[in-house]
């Protein structure tokens, strides 16, 4: 038998002077009630009420017994309306992991305006270039570029992520600038080492996509070390425009290839599988799509 249900009968029945009023107002019949008051006497191993034909009265037992039903469905009222607000406001921290070349340019500004909008909530940003398991790290939401693995998780589309091939001034001046695809393979590229098919750049055409052969020097797992060896005058190399944009604008680096569109990435928004998500992941999640999503800007 339920002991909630029970004890909200033995409350009832002191609160309405009966079993049958206990009952009306339970939903129940009066012999029910009385087996859920027998039913918790028998558990307690004492009577909680003295019966007689016209009423009853609570022992010693039944007197202390009741106090303690009160505060327990005083502290369940509270519970259900912790809940409750929990729902319908957002709160708690929320972990999230992204790629460096998106945590680091255009998530902050999303995250500030959100926890301006929401200020119950704390947001952990770990930002990783690699895929970690969501689950075994605890993340709430992840960025993830390139396909998709895991068809457990629960995945929201957003832009492509637009890519660009560039070099900086002094390495261009001692090598060259290329012009076509084919003249990449008699330059150092700089490559990313957690890319799923190393030594190749991808670039769509008319009617399709078509490879370039890179080597170089130097590979890294992190976007921001390209970047750097790019800048240092190391060789060419691929990476996403919004990492690039400022260092393009200033002539730090020169956009190479103009004629030939490097192949986007897919980008991907992750949650884990969850019927009824917290507000505060529902809320952060279509703040990121309205942003970031396929018509972000349209």
Request: glycine share 10%.
């Amino acid at each position: 038998m339920d002991q909630l249900a029970a004890m909200r009968s033995f409350v009832a029945v002191v609160d309405q002077g009966g079993f049958a009023a206990a009952g009306r107002g339970l939903g129940l019949s009066g012999p029910m009630v009385g087996n859920h008051v027998r039913f918790l006497e028998a558990r307690l191993g004492g009577l909680l009420l003295n019966r007689t034909t016209r009423a009853q009265k609570l022992t010693e037992l039944g007197h202390a017994y009741l106090a303690r039903c009160r505060r327990v469905f005083a502290e369940l009222d509270v519970a259900d309306a912790e809940a409750q607000e929990m729902l319908g406001v957002p709160r708690g921290r929320l972990r999230m992991t992204a790629p460096h070349s998106i945590g680091a340019t255009v998530l902050p500004d999303i995250i500030s305006d959100f926890l301006k909008e929401h200020p119950a909530v704390k947001i952990d940003l770990h930002l990783d270039d690699g895929r970690l398991d969501m689950l075994a790290s605890r993340f709430d939401v992840a960025i993830r570029v390139g396909d998709l693995e895991d068809a457990a998780l629960i995945t929201r589309s957003l832009a492509p992520l637009e890519l660009v091939v560039c070099a900086a001034p002094a390495y261009l001046d001692h090598r060259g600038e290329p012009s076509t695809l084919a003249d990449l393979t008699t330059h150092d590229c700089l490559d990313f080492a957690g890319s799923s098919t190393p030594g190749t750049w991808h670039f769509e055409v008319p009617g399709g996509t078509k490879e370039a052969k890179i080597s170089g020097p130097f590979q890294a797992n992190s976007g921001f070390a390209l970047r750097a060896a790019a800048l240092a005058g190391f060789g060419v190399v691929m990476l996403p425009k919004m990492l690039l944009r400022e260092d393009i604008d200033s002539g730090r680096l020169i956009e190479l290839l103009t004629d030939f569109r490097p192949q986007s990435r897919p980008v991907q928004l992750l949650t884990l599988p969850d019927r009824h998500p917290a507000p505060k992941l529902r809320s952060f999640v279509d703040a990121v799509v309205r942003e970031l999503g396929p018509r972000a800007g349209s």
